[in-house]
Every structure is written in structure tokens, then in C-alpha cells.
């Protein structure tokens, strides 16, 4: 499978093909707009966080999650387990095994990494990824998406229920809503905004912020290759991962902290069990 570059939260990016139905809490004025198809309502940050935890759950059981004595789980629990309770926001954390290179965070604080990704960064550079990630979380960005994904979906009667909490979504009203989030990429303006939340993550825990660069630098040289094709469609609504490597220098530069980051060993392999050896006492004869 070639690597790809999705470092963008998409909130349900591989349901398209997963056969989905789900009861979701929704609002009073979100099932109204999607019983009447109105293009314009109000929609919460937790309306937003029920559609994602499920959306979440089903990525998690179409997907192979790395267990919990698994390589890829230790080093994720060592680096980013302290921060599981960032900016207010509750986050759970887990590792796709899979060669994709990708990181994604919802809604509801859902953070998954793709062990492609933890094959090609080390520590630091996994957490300027990750502070990236939740920025769009932080940022409302990740709950403006879903809006704009239901918006555009105009699933006129989808809610069949008069329930002011519960909506019934059919497979294919959820395949239609992810076929939309899959095609709303955020905007520049709101990458470029992820970017200075994850320097700001990295200085503010005392970790090398100069890893966001390097990190950046590593996604420009996979623009070539084989992932050329792929990468190219993301910039029509993406920055250049090379001007926001350069931008994160210049943010480091600016605060004097700037210093050519040097990549760190790193591995992914759980260590090796260690047994103990039984001492024996032989007793002395009288």
C-alpha cells in the first residue's frame, strides 16, 4: 500500500465503506434542519461530539487497533498518555496498524495515529503532528466540519423519530454524510491556525518546538515519489508542508528558540520481557 498524507482530522474518513446504523443525540434545532433540509442551524460542539464518538467507534471496528502490551501503544502511552487532558479537552488515544502515514482527531476528543506515521517521526515530531490535530479540535474547526457535512448532505426526513434526543440514520444517510466530510477539507486559514496551536503545545510543555518544522519538512519530501498524485489534490485546500515547515522556523527564529533539529532514535517495538533468576540459599550443615 503506498504511504499517504492525510494529516487533516477528518472526522469519519473511512465510513464510506463501512455499513453503519446508529442512534445519535441530537439537538432540537440540528434534527429539525435535517428533517426540513434548511441550510442554516445552530449546531453545538456536542452535537458535534455524539455524531463523532459513533462515527469513532465504527472507524475502531473496522480497523486493526494496536492492543495494549503492543510496541506502537507503549511508545504512544509514553509520549502523549500525560496528555490526555489538553486545553480542557478529555482525549482517548489509539494507533491504527497500518501503513498509511495519518493522524486524526474529532469532536469528541477521539485522537487516533496510524502506525505509518510513528514509523517516520520520532517523539517530538509525533507531538507536533498530534498538538496539530488537536487544534482542530480546540479550534471548533472539527465540529464546523460535521455542520458543514450535514448542511450539505440536506438528508430532508432523515430523522423519522419526534424524539428530541434521538435520530435514527440509516447505512446509507451515514455513507452519504461521510462522502460530504471526506470532501470538505478545512480551509488554509484553519491549517495554518492548527499549525501555531501545535507550536504553541510543543513551547508550552518545554518539548523542541523545532520539531514542528522538521516534522513538516519530512511530509514535504513525501510530496515526491509516489505520492505525488495524492498530495497534489490535498493543496488546492492545504499549505505547502515545506512554506509551513519554513513558517514554523520563523515562529521558533522569532522567539530565539530556533536551532536545526536533529532526529532522535526512536522505536516502535515493545521491549522484551525480562525475567528474574531465583536465588537459592544452600544451608550450611551443622
Do not use: W
Not at 95 to 118: I, Q
Not at 180 to 201: C, G, P, T
Request: proline share 2%; hydrophobic share 40%.
Amino acid at each position: 500500500m503506498k504511504a499517504r498524507l492525510l494529516v487533516a482530522a477528518i472526522v469519519v474518513s473511512t465510513l464510506s465503506c463501512t455499513k453503519i446504523n446508529a442512534q445519535i443525540n441530537l439537538g432540537d434545532k440540528a434534527m429539525g434542519a435535517l428533517q426540513s433540509g434548511v441550510a442554516s442551524f445552530t449546531f453545538s460542539d456536542e452535537d458535534a461530539a455524539a455524531i463523532s464518538k459513533e462515527a469513532v467507534r465504527k472507524m475502531d471496528s473496522t480497523n486493526t487497533v494496536a492492543g495494549p502490551k503492543d510496541g506502537y501503544t507503549l511508545r504512544l502511552n509514553r509520549i502523549f498518555g500525560k496528555h490526555a487532558n489538553e486545553n480542557g479537552l478529555q482525549l482517548n488515544y489509539k494507533v491504527y496498524l497500518t501503513k498509511d502515514v495519518n493522524a486524526f482527531a474529532t469532536a469528541d476528543g477521539s485522537v487516533r495515529v496510524f502506525s505509518g506515521l510513528m514509523d517516520i517521526m520520532d517523539d517530538n515530531q509525533l507531538l507536533a503532528v498530534i498538538g496539530h490535530e488537536i487544534g482542530h479540535v480546540a479550534n471548533h474547526d472539527s465540529r464546523d466540519a460535521m455542520k458543514a457535512a450535514l448542511r450539505k448532505a440536506a438528508l430532508v426526513g432523515a430523522v423519522s423519530s419526534q424524539s428530541d434526543k434521538i435520530a435514527k440514520l440509516t447505512d446509507s444517510q451515514y455513507g452519504q454524510i461521510a462522502s460530504v466530510i471526506i470532501d470538505n477539507k478545512y480551509s488554509r486559514k484553519q491549517e495554518s491556525e492548527a499549525d501555531l496551536f501545535s507550536y504553541e503545545f510543543l513551547k508550552r510543555n518545554k518539548y523542541d518546538v523545532n520539531a514542528e518544522e522538521s516534522a513538516f519538512a519530512i511530509l514535504a519530501n513525501m510530496s515526491g515519489g509516489g505520492n505525488a498524485d495524492f498530495l497534489s489534490k490535498m493543496m488546492s485546500s492545504h499549505p505547502d508542508p515545506q512554506d509551513r515547515a519554513d513558517k514554523a522556523r520563523a515562529r521558533a527564529t522569532a522567539d530565539g528558540l530556533y536551532k536545526p533539529y536533529v532526529q532522535q532514535k526512536f522505536s516502535n517495538k515493545a521491549p522484551a520481557a525480562t525475567t528474574t533468576k531465583k536465588t537459592t540459599t544452600k544451608k550450611k550443615k551443622k
